[in-house]
């Protein structure tokens, strides 16, 4: 089993910045990939980014690139999410996933945080 608890939501104004952070507990972190999704109301969660477990390899979503910067400190078992530039639009529950094996990008991750809100105000 894989604990994920995320921190860092919370409001912010349209062009600013938040940093969200994913603490992992329970398992070897180097052994998983991590990702970030997100669910707007009323939508489907969608993924957002993911990193490999080197944090050599990360992809991320059309809508976030160039604004968004997912990371990992292995030695913390943490990973990161840096979003600058927010928009309305970012307005979602942010998760935190965790899987074995490669960067995928449905959510079909093993674990899951309980998730962090972050609302954008125009």
């Known amino acids: 089993q894989v604990q994920l608890v995320e921190s860092g939501g919370g409001l912010v104004q349209a062009g600013g910045s938040l940093r969200l952070s994913c603490a992992a507990s329970?398992?070897?972190?180097?052994?998983?990939?991590m990702g970030w999704f997100r669910q707007a109301p009323g939508k489907e969660r969608e993924f957002v980014a993911a990193?490999?477990?080197?944090?050599?390899?990360?992809r991320y979503a059309e809508s976030v690139k160039g604004r968004f910067t997912i990371s990992r400190d292995n030695a913390k078992n943490t990973v990161y999410l840096q979003m600058n530039s927010l928009k309305p639009e970012d307005t979602a529950i942010y998760y935190c996933?965790?899987?074995?094996?490669?960067?995928?990008?449905?959510?079909?991750?093993?674990?899951w945080g309980q998730g962090t809100q972050v609302t954008v105000s125009s």
């Open positions: 996933a965790a899987r074995r094996g490669r960067i995928i990008y449905t959510d079909t991750y093993d674990y």
């Open positions: 329970g398992r070897t972190f180097t052994d998983y990939t």
């Open positions: 990193i490999s477990w080197t944090g050599g390899s990360t």
